[in-house]
């Protein structure tokens, strides 16, 4: 097969304890999933999960012990770190049960989902999408995935971001409004779910502004921590 470009090269993050590495197809993220940021956004109670998608190559993959970089993004003002929990895929499936979502994970990671605030909350007073404010280059860092049987108690796992040595983000996984399984079981009624998607699965609250020269430190209990700067 003869493409008229040369097709891009495929988007893939380190795997603990392996040389080989995870292929991404799809990054799905879950919006306002721990009470606190809810209510700290203007929102509260246990409202349906909505889903928004970023790119493939918004990843920034950051190997065990090293620092990532990322630009500081362009329109914005407002840059904010997002702390999550992210689980890949490794067996895709539509309509799956919450009983049955472990069978589908392949492992878990540290992730941020960079946000330009200040474009995601012009486009909302607007009705428009705010794909801008999201889905933008470098917006998805991520550290290596740990697979499923070495990462411990994921569900009850506490998860922290640091700026520049001060805490920023602190909670536990235990308090998400959709558990894991729970947004699996959500996801792919809307979605058929294939290996190699990542879902990054919400973030707490604390959310703050990061500016040039920042350097965030992020972890989920179990899977190691992300470092990345913003240049």
């Known amino acids: 097969m ?25 990054i799905y993220c879950v919006g306002r999933n721990y009470e606190e940021h809810a209510k700290e956004m203007g929102f ?3 409202e349906p999960p909505f889903f928004f ?15 990532g970089t990322i630009p500081y993004p362009s329109l914005t003002k407002n840059l904010h770190h997002e702390i999550e929990l992210v689980v890949a895929i490794g067996t895709g499936g539509k309509n799956i049960k919450a009983a049955d979502a472990h069978k589908h994970i392949y ?10 605030r200040d474009l995601q909350g012009e486009m909302k007073k607007q009705g428009r999408p705010w794909c801008i404010g999201k889905a933008y280059d470098h917006s998805a860092p ?42 699996i079981e959500h996801l792919s009624t809307a979605w058929e779910l294939q290996p190699g998607d990542l879902i ?32």
């Not at 097709?7 to 304890?17: F, L, Q």
């Not at 995935?145 to 108690?153: E, K, V």
């Open 44 to 46: 509260t109670g246990r």
């Open 107 to 116: 492992g878990y990671a540290v992730g941020l989902d960079m946000t330009r």
């Open 200 to 231: 990054y699965t919400g973030t707490p609250e604390g959310v703050a502004a990061v500016v040039s020269g920042d350097t965030m430190v992020g972890s989920v209990a179990g899977l190691g921590t992300l470092t990345v700067k913003v240049a």
């Open 142 to 183: 991520i550290g290596p995935i740990t697979p499923a049987a070495q990462a411990g108690d994921v569900n009850n796992a506490e998860l922290y971001i640091q700026v520049n040595g001060t805490d920023r983000q602190r909670s536990n996984v235990s308090k998400l409004i959709w558990n894991i399984a729970e947004t």
């Open 53 to 67: 998608l970023k790119p493939a190559d918004a990843i920034v993959a950051v190997d065990a012990g090293s620092t």
């Open 2 to 26: 003869s493409f008229v470009i040369t097709p891009p090269a495929t988007v893939s993050v380190p795997v603990v304890g392996t040389k080989e590495r995870f292929p991404v197809h799809r």
